[in-house]
T-cell receptor, first 115, second 118 residues
Framework: AQSVAQPEDQVNVAEGNPLTVKCTYS??????LFWYVQYPNRGLQFLLK??????LVKGSYGFEAEFNKSQTSFHLKKPSALVSDSALYFC?????????????FGAGTRLFVKA | DTGVSQDPRHKITKRGQNVTFRCDPI?????LYWYRQTLGQGPEFLTY????????KSRLLSDRFSAERPKGSFSTLEIQRTEQGDSAMYLC????????????????FGPGTRLTVT
């Protein structure tokens, strides 16, 4: 069965510091991995994805994520956090072998960037 | 605005009543998804349409839930005989057709319909 774990409910960082939001997954076959962000009173916005190719993927707003197959992880990173990055972040996975389009989301990690 | 739209944004209903939500996807997207999100949780997959065909349904979608996409454009999600446990945010998303490259894997979400069952 597919699953996604975001082990931290909240991550606190100071503005200007690097940030990491963790994600691990379990899926049958090769994974398709995604990060979405949710701002208050707004819908989920796509940030970045890993489908194939380079393990380091770059996305919107300076975010990047590294796919690590041996550790089944897809951690979200940013070199220098902004206060405006404060939001709820969701990791999601879909399995290549599921044959369908069911995407499993993690429970979310709230990022708080302090000025 | 050419994004995914949902109507209504909020719905308050009494237990036992029926409710219907509408989703209008991005016009060139032939794939449409419904999710449910409760407080403190990520979105949970409910169902998926490719054009007008409903190709996948979660076991979360009980007999009281039905979704349609009659002309392959907008979709409706109906909940019959609502229960308090149905209170949640109902999200709709859409994506490009297969064959549109890697962009077809990205889902674009609407703002959601928040349902409160009293």
């Amino acid at each position: 069965a597919q699953s996604v774990a975001q082990p931290e409910d909240q991550v606190n960082v100071a503005e200007g510091n690097p940030l990491t939001v963790k994600c691990t997954y379990s899926v049958s076959g090769n994974p398709y991995l995604f990060w979405y962000v949710q701002y208050p009173n707004r819908g989920l916005q796509f940030l970045l994805k890993y489908i194939t190719g380079d393990n380091l993927v770059k996305g919107s707003y300076g975010f990047e994520a590294e796919f690590n197959k041996s550790q089944t992880s897809f951690h979200l990173k940013k070199p220098s956090a902004l206060v405006s990055d404060s939001a709820l972040y969701f990791c999601a996975v879909r399995g290549e072998n599921t044959g369908g389009f069911k995407t499993i989301f993690g429970a979310g990690t709230r990022l708080f960037v302090k000025a | 605005d050419t994004g995914v739209s949902q109507d209504p944004r909020h719905k308050i209903t009494k237990r036992g009543q029926n409710v219907t939500f509408r989703c209008d996807p991005i016009s060139e997207h032939n794939r449409l998804y419904w999710y449910r999100q409760t407080l403190g949780q990520g979105p949970e997959f409910l169902t998926y349409f490719q054009n007008e065909a409903q190709l996948e349904k979660s076991r979360l979608l009980s007999d009281r839930f039905s979704a349609e996409r009659p002309k392959g454009s907008f979709s409706t999600l109906e909940i019959q005989r609502t229960e308090q446990g149905d209170s949640a945010m109902y999200l709709c998303a859409s994506s490009l057709p297969r064959g549109q490259g890697l962009s077809s894997y990205e889902q674009y979400f609407g703002p959601g319909t928040r349902l409160t069952v009293t």
